[in-house]
């Protein structure tokens, strides 16, 4: 078992550029989240899913847009990427504790 | 908003020294979880406390969790370098798909 992927591990974008970080996950988890990791702020929450076709809000979640249109997978989109932005982003599923991906980092300049 | 601190933010000490690790919260929670991320890498589980007073021990870390259930300590004995990482700890709400994560102590331990 992969447990959970992301796609790309890494990327440089320009400011106002578009882009969209992929997780997949085999183990057949409702609970899926997306969080952001910065030095000296610990994990924050961007969006969650409780399900196949659901989405909600977490603690910071503007400038992102998820998808969740199949189980496995739960997509995160910058529509507009600012240096703001910059970060590395980790995929999770739930159950019992998280499981975590090996993160992507983002670069915007 | 139910918030975490952990103290120390950063620990550097020799190998072989002891060191505690402090999550502190106004908030109760379910559960506490600690987890461990290496560089380049996603935080991994060590340990879940869901008993107020509960004592688990892992080897050489011993983790606590408060009476109050509102807070946790972690305490290693004998550090080696290969426990050099980020220790976060996660407090579980009550739906128990949430987590508050704490900032996170940077530990380095040298040989």
């Known amino acids: 078992n992969a447990g959970v992927t992301q796609t790309p591990k890494f990327r440089v974008l320009k400011t106002g550029q578009s882009m969209t970080l992929l997780c997949a996950q085999d183990?057949?988890?409702?609970?899926m989240y997306w969080y952001r990791q910065d030095p000296g702020m610990g994990l924050r929450l961007i969006h969650y899913?409780?399900?196949?076709?659901?989405?909600a809000k977490g603690e910071v979640p503007d400038g992102y847009n998820v998808s969740r249109l199949k189980k496995q997978n739960f997509l995160l989109g910058l529509e507009s990427a600012a240096p703001s932005q910059t970060s590395v982003y980790f995929c999770?599923?739930?159950?019992?504790?998280?499981?975590f991906g090996p993160g992507t980092r983002l670069t915007v300049l | 908003t139910q918030l975490l601190e952990q103290s120390p933010q950063f620990l550097s000490i020799q190998e072989g020294e002891n060191l505690t690790v402090y999550c502190n919260s106004s908030?109760?929670?379910?559960?506490l979880q600690w987890y461990r991320q290496e560089p380049g890498e996603g935080p991994v589980l060590l340990v879940t406390?869901?008993?107020?007073?509960e004592v688990k021990k892992l080897k050489r870390l011993t983790f606590q969790f408060g009476d109050a259930r509102k807070d946790s300590s972690l305490h290693i004995t004998a550090a080696q370098p290969g426990d050099t990482g980020l220790y976060l700890c996660?407090?579980?709400?009550?739906?128990?798909?949430?987590?508050?994560f704490g900032g996170g102590t940077r530990l380095m331990v040298k040989p």
């Open positions: 899913s409780v399900g196949e076709g659901t989405t």
């Open positions: 406390v869901v008993t107020g007073g």
């Open positions: 996660a407090g579980v709400g009550n739906a128990g798909n949430m987590l508050t």
């Open positions: 183990m057949n988890h409702e609970y």
């Open positions: 999770a599923t739930y159950r019992g504790s998280m499981y």
């Open positions: 908030s109760v929670f379910s559960s």
